[in-house]
């Protein structure tokens, strides 16, 4: 996601969640410091109608806090 154009982020949260079966969830890395923001991502998801089931600091699943330098976040349709 952080290699995107800016202007393209949401638009493709949108197509990815055209893509999810009924019940689907779409799984997401993002590392801090690549020019996207954790909020702005939330922003973008939100913008995109879909609803954070998970919010981690690895892909291990360590707790997520404001100190994290990734991400990874569990999405579901809104």
Do not use: Q
């Amino acid at each position: 996601m952080a290699f995107l154009a800016t202007s393209t982020r949401r638009v493709v949260l949108e197509k990815m969640r055209s893509h999810l079966v009924d019940g689907g969830r779409l799984v997401i890395g993002l590392g801090a410091g690549r020019g996207y923001e954790f909020d702005g991502f939330f922003e973008d998801v939100e913008a995109a109608n879909f609803r954070v089931d998970l919010r981690a600091a690895s892909w291990d699943l360590r707790g997520f806090s404001e100190e994290s330098e990734f991400l990874v976040a569990a999405l579901s349709p809104a």
